[in-house]
T-cell receptor, first 115, second 111 residues
Framework: KAGVTQTPRYLIKTRGQQVTLSCSPI?????VSWYQQTPGQGLQFLFE???????NKGNFPGRFSGRQFSNSRSEMNVSTLELGDSALYLC??????????????FGPGTRLTVL | AQRVTQPEKLLSVFKGAPVELKCNYS??????LFWYVQYSRQRLQLLLR??SRESIKGFTADLNKGETSFHLKKPFAQEEDSAMYYC?????????????FGTGTRLLVSP
């Protein structure tokens, strides 16, 4: 089975712009989660989608949003980019939401640099 | 609040030495605990989880609810164990798909 894929792998934007990142989960996985990884804050949960519905949200401003499509693929969008949004954005998929101990499989990440 | 603490940023050992990566957590209830590993230029991947009580690549971790700890241990470190290790928890209080990560410990195994 192919693993979780994320596109693009690298992205450079300037302050004020917006960006859309894409994630394709493992075939058959219905839950997609997003994380932000920075040297200062580490790995922080952004949000989780299951069956096209956002089921959980982390403590991030409304500039961060996402969605999930009927084929379980997910996108996250960041509007009005700030320098502090520079980070590695990781996507993870799992079979289903709410399953105790369900393993999450991570993608390689999208490295976003905001200038 | 749910929190995971990994007190060591860097742990440096020699090949063949025992390794213990510390992890303490704060959670009301019964969380699921995990260790994730990230090798150089590779994606984050699950190493082991307490619910499985398994040993992966010689690593084990025991959940100590009294001390709220989930330390990762290996009796004899290998050079290929050099990587970034993250302890994480999830549970009903956070939503089962939300992983709360510690800040990570870099393990460096020297020959």
């Amino acid at each position: 089975k192919a693993g979780v894929t994320q596109t693009p792998r690298y992205l450079i934007k300037t302050r004020g712009q917006q960006v859309t990142l894409s994630c394709s989960p493992i075939s058959g996985h219905r839950s997609v989660s997003w994380y932000q990884q920075t040297p200062g804050q580490g790995l922080q949960f952004l949000f989780e989608y299951f069956s096209e519905t956002q089921r959980n949200k982390g403590n991030f401003p409304g500039r961060f949003s996402g969605r999930q499509f009927s084929n379980s693929r997910s996108e996250m969008n960041v509007s009005t980019l700030e320098l502090g949004d520079s980070a590695l954005y990781l996507c993870a998929s799992s079979l289903e939401a709410g399953a105790r101990g369900d393993t999450q499989y991570f993608g390689p990440g999208t490295r976003l640099t905001v200038l | 609040a749910q929190r995971v603490t990994q007190p060591e940023k860097l742990l440096s050992v020699f090949k063949g030495a025992p390794v213990e990566l510390k992890c303490n957590y704060s959670y009301s209830g019964s969380p699921e605990l995990f260790w994730y590993v990230q090798y150089s230029r590779q994606r984050l991947q699950l190493l082991l989880r307490h619910i499985s009580r398994e040993s992966i690549k010689g690593f084990t971790a025991d959940l100590n609810k009294g001390e709220t700890s989930f330390h990762l241990k290996k009796p004899f470190a290998q050079e290929e164990d050099s990587a970034m290790y993250y302890c994480a928890l999830q549970g009903a209080n956070t939503g089962f798909q939300k992983l709360v990560f510690g800040t990570g410990t870099r393990l460096l195994v020297s020959p």
